[in-house]
């Protein structure tokens, strides 16, 4: 948890406001969802940006930290995942989260 003085606090600010997901037009063959627990084949590709790094917020000044928010790793900026159109309104609207994602299936297109 943030404040707590761990190995090393996350940046401060998460969501909507550090985040940005762009569509991608892609050919390939269909991936799964990679929400948990979902097995649709009708995706689409979106590629995680985040923003928090252009904020320029330092994580050691505790003044700045925005109460209730965590970070998002930033190695998960520039991936792309694959998913239906139910779970990427969902992530849109706040549902669901990064943490109810599969990580590990994160496809690298360039």
């Known amino acids: ?58 994580p050691s000044v505790e003044e700045k930290w925005v109460s209730g928010m965590g970070a998002i790793h930033e190695s998960l900026n520039r991936k792309c995942l694959p998913l239906c159109s139910d779970h990427i309104n969902d992530l849109y609207m706040g549902k669901i989260t990064l943490q109810d994602i599969d990580c590990t299936s994160f496809v690298d297109v360039d």
Not at 2 to 19: E, F, I, K, T
Not at 26 to 54: G, K, W
């Open 1 to 58: 948890m943030m404040g707590d003085q761990n190995l090393s606090d996350p940046r401060p600010v998460d969501g909507a406001l550090s985040l940005a997901l762009i569509r991608l037009a892609y050919d390939e063959p269909s991936y799964s969802c990679i929400a948990h627990f979902c097995d649709r084949m009708d995706t689409v590709f979106y590629r995680v940006r985040l923003l928090q790094n252009r904020l320029n917020v330092n």
